[in-house]
């Protein structure tokens, strides 16, 4: 097994990087290894349950995501290479450096729902290049290809982190003896078919045509179309869920539906789907609202919400085809 720390990584010319750039990972990281020895304590430090008030997202805040959310802006605030940074908890950006050259968009606390009953969450982040010496908030407008970098930490039996530089994706184990994220796994690749699938079921009856299509079929298994079996997992982390991706495949879907009209999807475009799609794409899937490609789409606000189909290749294209 590799000794190679993602300090050391970060040195290599891969991708995107720069020294600028590998600083500002090598701080999200250190900021990810406090918030992951905040939730190994626990109930010990008094900080699960409810922060008792809601985030801009309108959704009850864990003392959890108030705290990890602190620990990212602090560290980030203060990196000289960070001209703006923005949350999925907070409704404007936030201002950092006078000419830093990226902006870091971020889910401080993936899953939090799921803090309680000690089950995994994660923390997900979006590298983008700055626009201006002093940012603007129509600076983080960019589409998801103009990401440099994105990854995320998994809170789990072991904590991993996940990163692609625009160079492939690379896994990382946290090692709890040297403090260190090591590589663990180099070039992740996603299968182009697979046998299994995640997606919220409890959603069935408010879902659009094409996908009740597509997971009627899935579950006819060997009787069906398809003529063979799936299994279904859902974790309610997406960070889990995409991680049980890259390591042994998979498609991910959390639809458009009519549950609530007036929203496009349930997931944020610029603090989960982007970071996500690169991360899959790099691996060799394919990123999917079923309509159009993750990747290309423009925001138009910071919070914006889209379908999120991603996964496996031929999965993911017999979906967006049934659209």
């Known amino acids: 097994m590799s000794n190679t720390t993602l300090s050391q990584y970060l040195k290599q010319?891969?991708?995107?990087?720069?020294?600028?750039?590998?600083?500002?990972?090598?701080?999200?990281?250190?900021?990810?290894?406090?918030?992951?020895?905040?939730?190994?304590?626990?109930?010990?430090?008094?900080?699960?349950?409810?922060?008792?008030?809601?985030?801009v997202q309108g959704e009850?805040?864990?003392?959890?995501?108030?705290?990890?959310?602190?620990?990212?802006?602090?560290?980030?605030?203060?990196?000289?290479?960070?001209?703006?940074?923005?949350?999925?908890?907070l409704d404007i950006f936030t201002h950092a450096q006078e000419n830093g050259e990226y902006l870091v968009l971020f889910d401080p606390l993936d899953g939090s729902s799921n803090i309680d009953i000690n089950m995994c969450v994660g923390t997900i982040f979006s590298i983008l290049p700055a626009k201006n010496a002093i940012t603007q908030a129509e600076d983080f407008?960019?589409?998801?290809?103009?990401?440099?970098?994105?990854?995320?930490?998994?809170?789990?039996?072991?904590t991993m982190l996940a990163l692609t530089v625009g160079a492939g994706v690379v896994l990382f184990t946290f090692d709890i003896d040297s403090k260190e994220f090591i590589l663990s796994k180099d070039d992740v690749a996603i299968e182009s078919s697979t046998q299994e699938f995640a997606i919220n079921a409890s959603n069935q009856r408010h879902w659009e045509a094409p996908v009740q299509r597509y997971i009627a079929e899935l579950l006819e298994g060997k009787t069906g179309v398809r003529g063979k079996d799936f299994n279904m997992r859902w974790v309610a982390c997406m960070v889990a869920d995409i991680h049980r991706i890259?390591?042994?495949?998979?498609?991910?879907?959390?639809?458009?539906?009519?549950?609530?009209p007036e929203k496009a999807g349930r997931l944020r475009l610029m603090y989960e789907a982007n970071p996500m799609s690169m991360i899959i794409e790099q691996a060799g899937g394919a990123a999917s609202t079923g309509r159009a490609r993750i990747l290309d789409i423009q925001p138009t606000e910071l919070h914006q919400r889209v379908p999120v189909i991603l996964g496996a290749q031929e999965e993911v294209n017999l979906v967006t085809s049934y659209h």
């Open 60 to 89: 009850t805040q864990k003392k959890l995501d108030v705290i990890s959310n602190q620990q990212l802006i602090d560290i980030l605030q203060a990196h000289p290479s960070v001209g703006g940074l923005a949350s999925e908890e």
């Open 246 to 260: 890259l390591c042994r495949g998979g498609i991910f879907l959390y639809p458009y539906d009519f549950k609530n």
């Open 141 to 158: 407008m960019q589409a998801g290809v103009n990401q440099v970098a994105a990854g995320y930490v998994l809170y789990g039996p072991s």
């Open 13 to 55: 010319q891969k991708g995107n990087l720069t020294p600028a750039l590998a600083s500002v990972i090598d701080a999200i990281a250190d900021s990810c290894k406090i918030i992951d020895r905040t939730l190994q304590k626990g109930a010990l430090e008094g900080v699960l349950g409810s922060a008792e008030h809601e985030n």
